[in-house]
């Protein structure tokens, strides 16, 4: 059963957690503004695919997640699911730059970065198998007997929700019950394809029922309601009342990656109400219910933006790998050395 959330009472909202969803947005924003930047100056190798329009989204989530507890496995645009989690700047800079200082050690493509030791997946190209990926942590967690408290969650895109990797492990994390939460953010675009050439349901949330999940569905540029929506869904996943599929209406405010200008997206949707930024609605609805001042969400940019120059500061003096003096086996035997 799909539910929709409230757009007027939000008393059931923790101050202190809507405030660190929406300075995770602020910091996500600045963050991946630099990153543009870099690209477009020639200074990154490799796509920049940026989150703006999908803040909201992908902060609420990653805010109801802990490193060394759950599971994440955010996709190209949950920069701010990453920050809210607890994300380092410096993880992002250092990646995107290739510092050998950096999580993957300037070895991987810049947006496969991650900690899955702590819990944060690195994004996987393939998309769809994200899900299958996170549920078998789960089910591994179980298996040693560490999963009670944990939650798992996977990001996907409407586009990804036609994958047959999809299909296949949302059945098996249905059929295990397992405590994870799939958002799919549904922004209308699959790159450059419209949604109504991808699926023939009114809503993707109404594919709930028969996979057997709870099902959620939100209006992804309310500030307030994602926070509610999201909260409600990892708790209850965290309370072993089985996978949650939750999915956010939205539109991507920039083109698939920085290298596509999205001149495909009529202007008129460009215009709809799902073209607003998540950004501004979040800033007019913390003032109106009071969870901060008009100042505070300016020092709040102020310091991102400080905190931001100085990772990307860092990176920059940071040196490449060198492949002449590392090892870079994936995998190797003692027996096979020379």
């Known amino acids: 059963m799909t539910e929709e959330a409230s757009k007027k009472d939000y008393s059931q909202l923790d101050r202190d957690h809507v405030r660190k969803v929406y300075k995770a947005m602020v910091k996500a924003r600045v963050l991946e503004t630099k990153l543009s930047s870099l690209y477009k100056a020639g200074k990154i190798v490799g796509g920049v695919y940026l989150g703006k329009g999908q803040e909201a989204v992908s902060a609420s989530l990653g805010a109801c997640l802990e490193f060394n507890r759950d599971i994440f496995a955010p996709l190209i645009r949950d920069q701010a699911g990453r920050t809210a989690m607890g994300e380092d700047p410096l993880d992002a800079t250092r990646t995107y730059l290739g510092s050998a200082e950096g999580p993957m050690r300037g070895r991987d493509g810049n947006i496969h970065r991650g900690r899955p030791k702590e819990g944060m997946f690195a994004m996987i190209s393939h998309l769809g198998a994200s899900v299958s990926m996170v549920g078998g942590a789960l089910l591994a967690r179980r298996i040693q007997g560490k999963l009670e408290g944990c939650v798992g969650a996977a990001c996907i895109g409407d586009g990804g929700t036609s994958t047959g990797a999809f299909h296949e492990g949302l059945n098996m994390v249905a059929v295990e019950k397992l405590p994870m939460v799939v958002v799919i953010a549904d922004n209308q675009f699959a790159y450059s394809t419209p949604t109504n050439r991808q699926y023939a349901c009114e809503d ?73 930024d998540c950004l501004d609605v979040g800033r007019a609805q913390l003032t109106e219910y009071g969870m901060a001042t008009e100042e505070e969400i300016d020092t709040w940019w102020k310091e991102s933006a400080e905190e931001v120059q100085a990772a990307t500061a860092t990176a920059q003096r940071e040196s490449a790998p060198n492949p002449y003096t590392e090892e870079w086996s994936a995998y190797s035997c003692p027996q096979f050395k020379a």
């Open 204 to 276: 993707l949330a109404d594919r709930a029922k028969g996979y057997g999940v709870a099902g959620h569905t939100v209006d992804g540029t309310d500030f307030l309601a994602t926070c509610a929506v999201m909260q409600g869904a990892v708790d209850a996943a965290r309370r072993g009342e089985g996978p949650q599929l939750v999915v956010a209406k939205l539109l991507r405010l920039s083109g698939h990656g920085e290298h596509d200008d999205g001149s495909y997206v009529p202007q008129q949707v460009r215009e709809s109400h799902f073209g607003q």
